[in-house]
């Protein structure tokens, strides 16, 4: 018979009876499922344990970036903007009251006393409500609702931006990394090769076939190559830990300098094919950072308008219901009330300048918004001719480097097995030596310099935003 356990978690036991013992248990269950829920939350930017590729990544920033993260609070205040700058043209419901008690020398009587008959009397009171809606406001309310739905899209496409630009930073610190892991891999491989070296020459010496010089000649090279790989791990350290805090991740203060954070991507020579005038107008379309100089722009016109209805009349309806004591009597009970409607119409014929403060102003922000738009331009055409010409030169060194280490191999067997035979010398290996080492790191560098240049690329031209951000 095949026996079946049932597994439980905590938030789903259910604490036992008695009424003490139900307060308890529910005391202990909240706690402990509030505490496991934090504990989850905590976990959710922690470094991950599982090998990371770059998309991992980016999803991973997306989250927790903190550029990113006050980009989306800025969207947010720019929200709350937005709703100040429409409410112009929606209704105003207001409502409101007072009461007042004054000296009964101070409360106006009739000359005559009348029998029965009272006029005014210390106490006071009113309460009402009323709907106010602008009517016309000398264009001020059109432009404000316009202005408002462009400011939406400029906070967007600010955002985007900033989204963009976190992007990038992310790809190059994930290619920082790799860089750094190739970089071990080569000075690990070159000091494994010089220990070779050392242990061949000093079997050699011991047979009597080389001097001692050729010893201490090998020991030299290895210990000056031993601090370049001592300099590569450390790089890669820092690398990982520049990734971790362009991810947004948590590193504990209690967790190793070497933070076990593994990459699961290659530095691979994706490729990408781009001529400059494509280039150019891509950039000029795709860029958020033009666009939302456009849509800001297209916000100081309305602000223009705005300014200008300062010049014209503001006219208003009105319509409500209220409630207030009779004068007539000194009961405070005795009230009044009914409903009321009317319009209201007012026109500031002198303000002492500010309308034209604000005008003058208006105008010279609209024009030095069109100067940063042709500047924006010009800098977008300048960052894409500068991304396409380090592109150029990134895939040149690198199409130039397929050959070299192979050759870099084959002049290291010969001029060991030169060795060997006793027709070449120490001086010929170390020296092939060196040139493999130096052809690896150039390849590794010309990997790197291929990765952060394309993405490079892909960022001047606004092609580097997620999809779902665009």
Same mark, same amino acid.
């Given at each position: 018979?095949?026996?079946?356990?049932?597994?439980?978690?905590?938030?789903?036991?259910?604490?036992?009876?008695?009424?003490?013992?139900?307060?308890?248990?529910?005391?202990?269950?909240? &706690?402990?499922?509030?505490?496991?829920?934090?504990?989850?939350?905590?976990?959710?930017?922690?470094?991950?344990?599982?090998?990371?590729?770059?998309?991992?990544?980016?999803?991973?920033?997306?989250?927790?970036?903190?550029?990113? #993260?006050?980009?989306?609070?800025?969207?947010?205040?720019?929200?709350?903007?937005? !709703? =100040?700058?429409?409410?112009?043209?929606?209704?105003?419901?207001?409502?409101?009251?007072?009461?007042?008690?004054?000296?009964?020398?101070?409360? +106006?009587?009739?000359?005559?006393?009348?029998?029965?008959?009272?006029?005014?009397?210390?106490?006071?009171? =009113?309460?009402?409500?009323?709907?106010? #809606?602008?009517?016309?406001?000398?264009?001020?309310?059109?432009?404000?609702?316009?202005?408002?739905?462009?400011?939406?899209?400029?906070?967007?496409?600010?955002? *985007?931006?900033?989204?963009?630009?976190?992007?990038?930073?992310? +790809?190059?610190?994930?290619?920082?990394?790799?860089?750094?892991?190739? #970089?071990?891999?080569?000075? +690990?491989?070159?000091?494994?090769?010089? +220990? *070779?070296?050392?242990?061949?020459?000093?079997?050699?010496?011991?047979?009597?076939?080389?001097?001692?010089?050729?010893?201490?000649?090998?020991?030299?090279?290895?210990?000056?190559?031993?601090?370049?790989?001592?300099?590569?791990?450390?790089? &890669?350290?820092?690398?990982?830990?520049? !990734?971790?805090?362009?991810?947004?991740?948590?590193?504990? =203060?209690?967790? %190793?300098?070497?933070?076990?954070?593994?990459?699961?991507?290659?530095?691979?020579?994706?490729?990408?094919?781009?001529?400059?005038?494509?280039?150019?107008?891509?950039?000029?379309?795709?860029? %958020?950072?033009?666009?939302?100089?456009?849509?800001?722009?297209?916000?100081?016109?309305?602000? /223009?308008?705005?300014?200008?209805?300062?010049?014209?009349?503001?006219? $208003?309806? @009105?319509?409500?219901?209220?409630?207030?004591?009779?004068? @007539?009597?000194?009961?405070?009970?005795?009230?009044?009330?009914?409903?009321?409607?009317?319009? #209201?119409?007012?026109?500031?014929?002198?303000?002492?300048?500010?309308?034209?403060?604000?005008?003058?102003?208006?105008?010279?922000? /609209?024009?030095?918004?069109?100067?940063? =738009?042709?500047?924006?331009?010009?800098?977008?055409?300048?960052?894409?001719?500068?991304?396409?010409?380090? @592109?150029?030169?990134?895939?040149?060194?690198?199409?130039?480097?397929?050959?070299?280490?192979?050759?870099?191999?084959?002049?290291?067997?010969?001029?060991?097995?030169?060795?060997?035979?006793?027709?070449?010398? $120490?001086?010929?290996?170390?020296?092939? *030596?060196?040139?493999?080492?130096?052809?690896?790191?150039? *390849?590794?560098?010309?990997?790197?310099?291929?990765?952060?240049?394309?993405?490079?690329?892909?960022?001047?031209?606004?092609?580097?935003?997620?999809?779902?951000? $665009?």
């Amino acid at each position: 018979m095949k026996q079946v356990v049932k597994r439980h978690t905590v938030c789903d036991t259910w604490p036992g009876k008695g009424p003490a013992r139900v307060i308890s248990g529910w005391l202990i269950y909240v &706690f402990l499922c509030v505490s496991l829920s934090v504990l989850a939350a905590d976990q959710t930017n922690a470094v991950p344990t599982q090998p990371l590729s770059l998309s991992d990544a980016l999803n991973i920033a997306l989250e927790h970036n903190p550029s990113i #993260q006050k980009a989306r609070k800025d969207l947010e205040a720019n929200e709350g903007v937005v !709703l =100040q700058t429409r409410a112009i043209a929606l209704p105003r419901l207001q409502i409101g009251g007072d009461y007042a008690a004054r000296q009964p020398s101070a409360v +106006e009587q009739p000359p005559l006393p009348i029998p029965g008959f009272t006029f005014g009397n210390d106490q006071s009171w =009113q309460s009402g409500v009323r709907l106010v #809606q602008s009517i016309y406001e000398g264009g001020r309310m059109v432009a404000s609702v316009r202005a408002a739905k462009l400011m939406r899209q400029a906070a967007m496409l600010n955002y *985007q931006t900033s989204l963009a630009n976190a992007v990038l930073d992310v +790809e190059l610190a994930y290619y920082a990394v790799l860089l750094a892991a190739e #970089q071990i891999t080569v000075q +690990e491989a070159s000091v494994k090769l010089l +220990e *070779q070296e050392l242990l061949d020459t000093r079997r050699r010496l011991e047979a009597g076939t080389v001097p001692r010089y050729n010893v201490l000649r090998a020991e030299v090279e290895l210990a000056n190559a031993r601090p370049k790989l001592i300099r590569a791990r450390n790089l &890669f350290r820092i690398s990982k830990n520049n !990734l971790a805090n362009q991810l947004g991740l948590d590193v504990p =203060q209690h967790a %190793p300098e070497d933070i076990p954070l593994v990459l699961s991507d290659k530095l691979t020579p994706e490729p990408l094919e781009i001529d400059l005038p494509t280039a150019l107008n891509e950039a000029l379309v795709r860029r %958020p950072e033009l666009g939302a100089l456009r849509k800001s722009g297209a916000v100081l016109k309305e602000n /223009l308008v705005s300014a200008r209805a300062g010049y014209k009349p503001s006219l $208003q309806a @009105f319509g409500g219901y209220e409630a207030k004591n009779s004068i @007539f009597s000194t009961d405070l009970d005795r009230v009044l009330h009914g409903w009321m409607a009317g319009v #209201q119409l007012s026109w500031d014929l002198f303000d002492g300048g500010s309308t034209r403060g604000r005008v003058i102003e208006a105008n010279a922000n /609209l024009g030095r918004n069109a100067v940063e =738009q042709e500047n924006t331009r010009r800098q977008i055409e300048l960052e894409v001719r500068t991304a396409v010409s380090v @592109f150029i030169e990134a895939k040149e060194v690198l199409e130039s480097q397929k050959k070299v280490l192979e050759a870099a191999d084959e002049t290291l067997r010969l001029a060991t097995a030169r060795s060997d035979a006793g027709t070449g010398t $120490q001086l010929d290996v170390l020296g092939a *030596q060196t040139a493999l080492t130096d052809a690896r790191t150039t *390849q590794a560098l010309a990997l790197h310099e291929y990765a952060a240049a394309r993405a490079r690329l892909r960022r001047a031209v606004g092609a580097n935003l997620p999809t779902n951000a $665009q």
